[in-house]
C-alpha cells in the first residue's frame, strides 16, 4: 500500500497550482466533457486535430479534486502533438503510470476521468455526428477499474 | 453505569487497529455506518454455530430455536421503539428498503394522480427517489421543504405547505445525515395529521442516538438500520401502525408471506410476515437485538449527551480554521454530525489527507444531492461522531484539518517545463 502522503507530492501540486492548458480552445475540432458522480469533478477536453490525424492543441477546463485536475493537466501536456492512434493505444495504466503515485481503486476514477474524456473526445468532432468507432465501441471506450456509478 | 468512551471502546475489536498509513484509527464516519461490538458479533457466530436454520418452516429442533430467536429479536425492536405490538415490526433489508416498501405497498394503494407526497430538500436519496418513483408510476407530485439560511425549517413554512398542498403523506428525516439537523418529528407528525397527512419518518440517523417512543411520535411509518446502530448490514426495521400494515398489499411474492396459494393465485398472510417474503435476515435480525439491548444497556441519553459535547468541540475549532465553512446549525440543534467545506480544496482532498492521520472522514454529496445543489457546494467533508470516539480524536480531526489548510494553500508553485523541442 502507497503512502497516502506520496499522492500530493509536489510534482502532482504543481501541476494543480500551475496546469498546461487550462482554459478554452476557440477553434477545437473536437471535444468532449465528462463527470465523475462519485466526487462532482468534471473535466472538458477540446482537441484540435490537423488533416493528418495530429493533434496539433489540447486545452482542458475543470473542476474538482487535486488528483482530477492535475491529472488531467499531466495528460494534456504529454498528449499535444500526439498522433490519434498514438492517443488511442494510450491505456489506463499508462495513464496511471503518467499520474505517478499509487492510487486506491476509488482515487484510480479521478486520476482516469481525463483520461476517459480525452478517449470519447476524439470521436467526438464538433460539428457532426459522433463517429462509427465510437457508435461500435459502445459510445465510451472501457477500462478494467471499477464502475463508476454514484456513491452509496 | 457511568459513561466512559475509553472504556467503551474495548468493547469494539476493530477499534484497536491501525489505517494504512499505520496511524491508529479515529473512526468519524458512523453517520455511514457504525462498528460493532464484540457480544453482536458473539450473537451472529452463536447463531451460526449452535442453532441456525431457516425460520418459520421447519418441524425440527433447530427450526424452533432459530424461530424462537428470531421472534425474540423482533421483541427486542418492539420495546426498543415503544411499539404498542411486535406485529407492527416488519424486519427489511434496512432503511432504504423500508421506505421502498411504504412507496410500493402504501404508495400504490393511497397515491394517486395529482397527490402530493411532501418531504424536505434535506433528505437523504433514499427518501427522494422512491418517491419520484411513484410519481412516475401513478402521476403524483413531490414537494420539496426549503431550508432556511441557519440549515433548519421553520414550523409555520411546514405549516403552510402542508396548508397549500395538502399531501397525501410527509416523509422527513428526525435527523439530516449532511447537516445534522434534528426536525422535530412528534410535533411534525401532530401537523400532518391535523392536515390529514400520514407521516413517514426517516429514523436512519435518530435511532442510534436516542430514545424513540413511536407512540409519543404518532408517526404512521418509522424506519432505521441495523448497521448504524451497532448491528449487522442486511437489516433494518419498518415499523408501521398495525391498521396500515393489514390494509396494505403485500409488496414482495414469494414465500413466508403467504397463507395458500394455488394455481388461480393466493392469499397472503397476516403483517409482519405478509412484508418478509423469503428467507429473513436470521442471524441479523438476532446481531441487531443484541445491539439495541448493548446501546440500552450505555444508555441513549448517555450516547446523545457525549456525542454533543464532540460535536460542539469540533464545530466550534472548525469555525476557527480560516476557509472552512462549516454546514448546518450551531451545536446545539443538531445530532453528532459536522459536516463542512474548504475554500477551494476539495472535500476528497480534505479525506484523503486526513486518512494520512488514521482519521476516517466522509467526503462526497453523502447522497443528497438535492441539498448540496441549494447549498451551492458539490461535495462536503463530514465528521460523525458515536459512543467509542474521544475528544483526543476530536483534536486530532481537528489538527489534522489544519494541516490540510497548510498543504493544499497556493504557494506559487510552477510545473516543470516540457524540454523544448523542434518540430
Request: hydrophobic share 40%; proline share 5%; net charge negative.
Amino acid at each position: 500500500m502507497a503512502n497516502e502522503q506520496d499522492i500530493y507530492e509536489e510534482h502532482v501540486l504543481d501541476h494543480y497550482e500551475d496546469p498546461f492548458h487550462r482554459g478554452p480552445l476557440d477553434d477545437a475540432t473536437h471535444a468532449d466533457e465528462g463527470k465523475n458522480p462519485l466526487c462532482g469533478d468534471v473535466i472538458q477536453i477540446a482537441l484540435k486535430l490537423d488533416d493528418e490525424g495530429r493533434i496539433r492543441e489540447a486545452w482542458f477546463e475543470g473542476e474538482g479534486c487535486v488528483i482530477s485536475q492535475a491529472s488531467a493537466s499531466m495528460l494534456i501536456e504529454k498528449v499535444e502533438g500526439k498522433t490519434v492512434d498514438e492517443v488511442k493505444d494510450f491505456s489506463a495504466e499508462e495513464m496511471l503510470e503518467l499520474f505517478g503515485p499509487k492510487l486506491t481503486p476509488n482515487r484510480q476514477k479521478c486520476c482516469l476521468l481525463s483520461w476517459r474524456v480525452l478517449q470519447s473526445a476524439l470521436h467526438s468532432p464538433i460539428d457532426g455526428e459522433a463517429d462509427a468507432d465510437a457508435d461500435a465501441a459502445g459510445g465510451s471506450p472501457r477500462f478494467g477499474g471499477p464502475s463508476l456509478s454514484e456513491e452509496s | 453505569m457511568t459513561f466512559d468512551p475509553h472504556q467503551l471502546r474495548d468493547d469494539f475489536p476493530i477499534l484497536r487497529r491501525t489505517v494504512a498509513s499505520g496511524q491508529p484509527l479515529a473512526y468519524l464516519d458512523n453517520a455511514a455506518s457504525t462498528q460493532r461490538p464484540q457480544v453482536v458479533i458473539d450473537a451472529m457466530s452463536d447463531c451460526y454455530q449452535n442453532y441456525y436454520a431457516n425460520v418459520h418452516r421447519g418441524i425440527h429442533t433447530l427450526s424452533e430455536e432459530s424461530t424462537a430467536a428470531y421472534e425474540a429479536a423482533r421483541v427486542t425492536t418492539q420495546h426498543f421503539l415503544n411499539a404498542r405490538s411486535s406485529r407492527e415490526i416488519v424486519f427489511t433489508a434496512g432503511t432504504t428498503a423500508g421506505i421502498n416498501t411504504v412507496a410500493r405497498s402504501w404508495g400504490h394503494a393511497n397515491v394517486g394522480r395529482g397527490d402530493v407526497i411532501l418531504v424536505t430538500i434535506a433528505e437523504h436519496h433514499a427518501n427522494i427517489v422512491p418517491w419520484h418513483q411513484l410519481a412516475e408510476a401513478v402521476g403524483c407530485r413531490v414537494e420539496f421543504l426549503p431550508i432556511n439560511q441557519s440549515g433548519t425549517i421553520d414550523d409555520s413554512v411546514v405549516a403552510q405547505a402542508l396548508k397549500t398542498h395538502r399531501p397525501k403523506l410527509f416523509a422527513f428525516t428526525a435527523t439530516s445525515n449532511v447537516l445534522g439537523t434534528n426536525f422535530p418529528a412528534q410535533s411534525w407528525t401532530e401537523m400532518a395529521h391535523r392536515s390529514g397527512a400520514a407521516v413517514l419518518v426517516d429514523a436512519a440517523q435518530a435511532a442510534p442516538h436516542e430514545v424513540i417512543d413511536v407512540q409519543q411520535w404518532d408517526a404512521d411509518f418509522v424506519v432505521f438500520s441495523g448497521h448504524k446502530v451497532c448491528g449487522p448490514t442486511g437489516i433494518g426495521v419498518l415499523y408501521a401502525k398495525l391498521e396500515h400494515l393489514e390494509a396494505m398489499p403485500a409488496f414482495l411474492g414469494g414465500g413466508g408471506m403467504i397463507q395458500t396459494v394455488t394455481t388461480e393465485g393466493f392469499t397472503a398472510t397476516e403483517p409482519p410476515e405478509k412484508f418478509e417474503a423469503g428467507t429473513p435476515p436470521i442471524a441479523e435480525a438476532i446481531g441487531l437485538a443484541e445491539a439495541l439491548r448493548y446501546l440500552q444497556r450505555v444508555g441513549l441519553d448517555n450516547i446523545r449527551q457525549h456525542e454533543n459535547a464532540l460535536c460542539q468541540r469540533a464545530d466550534q475549532a472548525l469555525r476557527q480554521i480560516e476557509g472552512v465553512d462549516v454546514l448546518g446549525p450551531m451545536p446545539d440543534l443538531k445530532g453528532g454530525i459536522v459536516s463542512f467545506t474548504m475554500d477551494r480544496i476539495h472535500a476528497h482532498d480534505i479525506a484523503q489527507w486526513l486518512d494520512t492521520r488514521g482519521v476516517a472522514v466522509r467526503a462526497g454529496h453523502h447522497c443528497a444531492m438535492p441539498l448540496h445543489d441549494v447549498l451551492g457546494k458539490t461535495a462536503s467533508a463530514r465528521a460523525s461522531f458515536y459512543l467509542y470516539n474521544t475528544v483526543e480524536e476530536v483534536d486530532r480531526f481537528i489538527e489534522a484539518v489544519q494541516e490540510v489548510r497548510k498543504k493544499f494553500a497556493s504557494k506559487g508553485r510552477r510545473r516543470r517545463r516540457p524540454p523544448v523541442t523542434n518540430a
